[in-house]
């Protein structure tokens, strides 16, 4: 698998909201660099776990894709620290979490990235294999990457 590293760069490929095992193939079908980007404060909702295996098993099916996935703590510290825990590189934390440079030390020796926002996604149409929704990827993923900071 083709993975970006936390820290290569400040700019991250077009980000795709993923829901599902068939929104992440749908998002990675396509061949292009993308983000794979869970709904906001899925860590508290689905937790960590169920992301890092949702993605690791979209990976596994396009194992030639670049993607770099960020799962969203919403402003939860606790969401973030048990996400570190299960082993994420990228995730975002609202700025005005009470504990946030904790969290941020503790990413940094995890060898993970904080954000501090969302980036800008496209969500995608109930059916992600709908022509609608392949048409959707594919001019998403052709726009120029968007900063995180």
């Not at 980000?15 to 929104?23: K, P």
């Not at 869970?38 to 099916?61: E, F, T, V, Y």
């Not at 973030?80 to 082993?87: E, K, N, S, V």
């Not at 594919?138 to 726009?143: D, F, I, Q």
Request: charged share 15%; aromatic share 4%.
């Amino acid at each position: 698998m083709i993975r970006a590293r936390p820290g290569d760069s400040r700019v991250l490929p077009p980000a795709i909201v993923v829901t599902s095992l068939d929104a992440a193939e749908a998002a990675l079908a396509p061949g292009l660099a993308v983000t794979l980007l869970s709904l906001p404060g899925a860590a508290l909702s689905m937790g960590a776990p169920w992301w890092l295996a949702l993605i690791a098993a979209a990976a596994n099916a396009f194992p030639t894709t670049a993607m770099i996935d960020v799962i969203d703590c919403a402003a939860s510290p606790g969401a973030a620290l048990a996400a570190l825990r299960a082993g994420a590189k990228r995730l975002v934390l609202a700025p005005e979490t009470p504990a946030r440079a904790v969290i941020a030390r503790a990413a940094a020796e995890c060898g993970a990235e904080l954000l501090a926002a969302r980036p800008p996604a496209l969500r995608l149409p109930p059916d992600p294999f709908s022509p609608r929704a392949r048409a959707l990827i594919a001019a998403w993923l052709m726009t120029d990457p968007r900063p995180t900071r």
